[in-house]
């Protein structure tokens, strides 16, 4: 059964970081685009990084020099380290799977059950 378990999330003061963790059961990890999402109250779910198996990477505009995305694929594991933070970015964070993913959820078959990060002003 594939899971995918986020971590990290929390409270923190404008300027400040944090590192959101996203560990997977999946037996093919290394092959499949990782993904994060994010969901504010009254907002549809929207794209907010995303790497692909080659290492390549993608990024929501709005978080492009503040965010980074990365792997470690012997951990089957996925980070989003957030710095700068806004209370913008305040949103419930989801990871996701998918063997060909982009930019779209649509393209992710696997999600997790979301990590809560909070950002005060």
């Known amino acids: 059964q594939v899971q995918l378990v986020e971590s990290g999330g929390g409270l923190v003061q404008a300027g400040g970081s944090l590192r959101l963790s996203c560990a997977a059961s999946?037996?093919?990890?290394?092959?499949?685009?990782m993904g994060w999402f994010r969901q504010a109250p009254g907002k549809e779910r929207e794209f907010v990084a995303i790497i692909r198996w080659s290492g390549g990477t993608s990024y929501e505009d709005s978080v492009k020099g503040r965010f980074i995305i990365s792997r470690d694929n012997a951990k089957n594991t996925v980070y989003l380290q957030m710095n700068s933070l806004k209370p913008e970015d305040t949103a419930v964070y989801y990871c996701?799977?998918?063997?060909?993913?982009?930019?779209?959820?649509?393209?992710?078959?696997?999600w997790g059950q979301g990590t809560q990060v909070t950002v005060s002003s």
């Open positions: 996701a799977a998918g063997p060909r993913g982009g930019g779209s959820s649509a393209e992710y078959d696997y």
């Open positions: 999946l037996r093919a990890f290394s092959t499949y685009t």
